[in-house]
């Protein structure tokens, strides 16, 4: 299992931006990487992916304003969020999958396709 850490959550006011971290041990030749979040009460919802081809997946609610990127010198997945708003106020947790399963998982961003996950970190977007 691989162990992923999340940092660079925290609080912005509307139309503010920050970039979310994950720390990724090591990445398999075949991999999908993504961002989840996640709201008390809603369901999980996937907002990004990226594929070892460097292949980008997003969430219609966060197209435009979002940026998923991997750092592969620093095993460091991102994701870059601008023009927040209120209704991205959630948990944001890094997921991955090394498996058979890391294309599909990156094309349908559901989050039961992903082995591996983070403990997540808060946004919080408040004027």
């Known amino acids: 299992q691989v162990q992923l850490v999340e940092s660079g959550g925290g609080t912005v006011k509307p139309g503010g931006s920050l970039r979310l971290a994950c720390k990724v041990p090591?990445?398999?030749?075949?991999?999908?990487m993504a961002w989840f979040r996640h709201v008390p009460g809603k369901e999980r919802e996937g907002v990004a992916a990226?594929?070892?081809?460097?292949?980008?997946t997003y969430a219609d609610s966060v197209k435009g304003r979002f940026t998923i990127s991997l750092e592969y010198a620093f095993n460091t997945l991102y994701l870059q969020m601008n023009n927040l708003t209120a209704e991205d106020t959630a948990m944001y947790y890094c997921?991955?999958?090394?498996?058979?399963?890391?294309?599909?998982?990156?094309?349908?961003?559901?989050?039961?396709?992903?082995?591996?996950w983070g403990q997540g970190t808060q946004v919080t977007v408040s004027a």
């Open positions: 990226i594929d070892s081809h460097r292949a980008t």
């Open positions: 997921a991955a999958e090394g498996g058979q399963g890391w294309y599909r998982a990156c094309r349908i961003l559901r989050g039961a396709d992903f082995a591996d």
């Open positions: 090591g990445l398999s030749y075949s991999y999908c």
